[in-house]
């Protein structure tokens, strides 16, 4: 992932990891909102709720082995999803904006997560229709692919992912990078990525997706 500590809608990404992903942006007032997970004072345990609406949708505390949530953000137009994204060519906004429209984006919500020094990223952007979740997988997937994204997220390698249709595992930025699962289901597109391009990590992620993928809202 790089060195920015927020990622990119579906870009994602990771290496960029996220850098994708993990791009500080700056989301516009009135329509970003953020959560922040505090632990209670009080000796007495206290029971945590389960999550529910679109936080559902996100990872939850160490389902992404060792990592906890460092905060939740929503983000309610593509103006306000993309403005997250810093370091990206204004051509790959202009695409990614026009695909927002395209498909009917509704909201966005990016969960960052933190393993100590260690990066990763939960989210989950609600579209029109399945067939406009599968159209915004397709988008991202390819250009991350596309060779003019080598300039700024890494270069890009595939990895297998079993467990979850259609799921699209890939690298940016080899071994100094980070790595990313990207998937639809329903009128949702989901992608959890992380820092770190190492077996370990990958077997981590592959295993964190998959929980999310069966544990979904129907």
């Not at 007495?44 to 709720?49: I, L």
């Not at 906004?93 to 969960?111: I, K, S, W, Y």
Request: a positive charge; hydrophobic letters at 40%; aromatic letters at 8%.
């Amino acid at each position: 992932m790089s060195s920015d500590a927020r990622p990119r809608a579906g870009w994602v990404v990771v290496s960029v990891f996220v850098a994708a992903v993990l791009v500080t942006g700056c989301g516009s007032s009135g329509q970003k909102t953020s959560t922040t997970t505090s632990t209670p004072s009080s000796s007495t345990a206290v029971a945590a709720s389960p999550p529910s609406g679109m936080e559902a949708r996100l990872l939850g505390k160490n389902e992404l082995a060792g990592f906890q949530s460092a905060g939740v953000s929503t983000y309610k137009t593509p103006s306000s999803w993309i403005s997250r994204e810093q370091g990206v060519p204004a051509r790959q906004l202009a695409a990614e904006r026009a695909m927002l429209n395209r498909n009917g984006f509704r909201v966005g919500m990016q969960e960052d997560l933190m393993n100590g020094g260690t990066q990763g990223v939960s989210l989950v952007e609600q579209f029109r229709s399945p067939a406009a979740a599968r159209d915004a997988l397709a988008f991202y997937v390819a250009e991350f692919k596309a060779p003019a994204a080598a300039s700024f997220a890494g270069a890009y390698a595939p990895l297998k992912v079993s467990g979850i249709p259609g799921a699209v595992g890939y690298s940016l930025g080899g071994a100094a990078g980070g790595i990313n699962i990207a998937f639809s289901d329903g009128a949702y597109y989901y992608l959890v990525g992380r820092d770190g391009d190492n077996p370990k990590a990958i077997a981590s992620l592959i295993a964190a997706a998959q929980h999310l993928y069966h544990q979904l809202p129907q």
